[in-house]
T-cell receptor, first 109, second 115 residues
Framework: GNSVTQMEGPVTLSEEAFLTINCTYTATGYPSLFWYVQYPGEGLQLLLK?????DKGSNKGFEATYRKETTSFHLEKGSVQVSDSAVYFC????????FGTGTSLTVIP | NAGVTQTPKFQVLKTGQSMTLQCAQDMNHEYMSWYRQDPGMGLRLIHY?????ITDQGEVPNGYNVSRSTTEDFPLRLLSAAPSQTSVYFC???WGTGGALTEAFFGQGTRLTVV
């Protein structure tokens, strides 16, 4: 079946540190992959997406590359800010959406 | 453009009470879905709909009913609330059906407490 596994949190980083949140997936076909972000008290917002192998999604300094050979879609950012503190969800779409459990990120000044 | 609107934002119920969580979208999306979010569990799919008149069960459907009489609305009904249904509920919509789904648009969530 389909599933998404992302690294456990919480993650705490200092401002300007490098961020990686690992995400791997299992899928029966060729899904689209997504990263969503959830700020406190809000719903999920799309951060970036990739629809086929080797595509790179990017937005607000975040990026992730669709790696079919390793079934991965790791989220990276070169220099995090306090405003990046949120919960990040990796997801895939085939006939329906499948979400990871979420990774909480706290960035301290 | 309102997107996906959920009401209410907060609700406290007593065990055994019933209520309906409302969800409406103004993007003419065919696909709509309900999730519950619990600590350490991520988002779990309760029910979904691929168009008006069509609904199906997700991962955790027990204790919940849905209907889809119009493209815009997808209410979630709790017939007899239980403490285990204390959670944050999200409604989402998307273009397309089946394998052609695009990104999901989420509502702001309903925080439900059952005492």
């Amino acid at each position: 079946g389909n599933s998404v596994t992302q690294m456990e949190g919480p993650v705490t980083l200092s401002e300007e540190a490098f961020l990686t949140i690992n995400c791997t997936y299992t899928a029966t076909g060729y899904p689209s992959l997504f990263w969503y972000v959830q700020y406190p008290g809000e719903g999920l917002q799309l951060l970036l997406k990739a629809t086929k192998a080797d595509d790179k999604g990017s937005n607000k300094g975040f990026e992730a590359t669709y790696r079919k050979e390793t079934t991965s879609f790791h989220l990276e950012k070169g220099s995090v800010q306090v405003s990046d503190s949120a919960v990040y969800f990796c997801a895939l779409i085939e006939t329906q959406f499948y979400f990871g459990t979420g990774t909480s990120l706290t960035v301290i000044p | 453009n309102a997107g996906v609107t959920q009401t209410p934002k907060f609700q406290v119920l007593k065990t055994g009470q019933s209520m309906t969580l409302q969800c409406a979208q103004d993007m003419n999306h065919e696909y709509m879905s309900w999730y519950r979010q619990d600590p350490g569990m991520g988002l779990r799919l309760i029910h979904y709909s691929v168009g008006a008149g069509i609904t199906d069960q997700g991962e955790v459907p027990n204790g919940y009913n849905v209907s889809r009489s119009t493209t815009e609305d997808f209410p979630l009904r709790l017939l007899s609330a239980a403490p285990s249904q204390t959670s944050v509920y999200f409604c989402a919509s998307s273009w397309g059906t089946g394998g052609a789904l695009t990104e999901a648009f989420f509502g702001q969530g309903t925080r439900l407490t059952v005492v």
